[in-house]
């Protein structure tokens, strides 16, 4: 379906206006504009694509893009040797605050690091002898 010019440029509008104070688009934000473009008779796939082409031109930081990245290091680790260590979750953990641009505080990134890895079902590299518990403190 083709967009008109108009149409379009409200949308982009409206997801200005959704990112205006933090140049952050959650996935509540994402779902909300999305909705949005489907009253103005743009479909998902023409929103998502839209959303990304601001998103590149503006700086913005999508979340599930941001997320997708981090699940792909975090599998990487996973597949190098069966598990994840502390040295490679820090590795992903740097590059998820990164890509956030300090807009989510660290405790909740390693929250959803920790979670990701869970509903993966992959391995964490953790206590030993003398080790620490690195991970399961993360709550």
Known sequence: MVISESVKKQFVEHIMLQVFD?????????????????????SVAEGI????????????????????????????????????????????????????????PEPELKKRLKQIILSHGWKVKEGGFFGSKWFTAIS
Do not use: M, P
């Open 49 to 104: 694509s839209i959303i990304r082409q601001v998103a590149s031109e503006k700086n913005l930081v999508i979340e599930r893009d941001v997320e997708d990245r981090a699940t792909n290091v975090l599998e990487q680790f996973a597949l190098n040797d069966g598990v994840i260590d502390q040295k490679e979750f820090g590795h992903a953990l740097t590059l998820f605050r990164t890509s956030c641009k300090g807009r989510v």
């Open 22 to 42: 933090d140049q952050y688009i959650d996935r509540q934000e994402e779902k909300s504009i999305l909705e949005e473009g489907i009253k103005k008779g743009i």
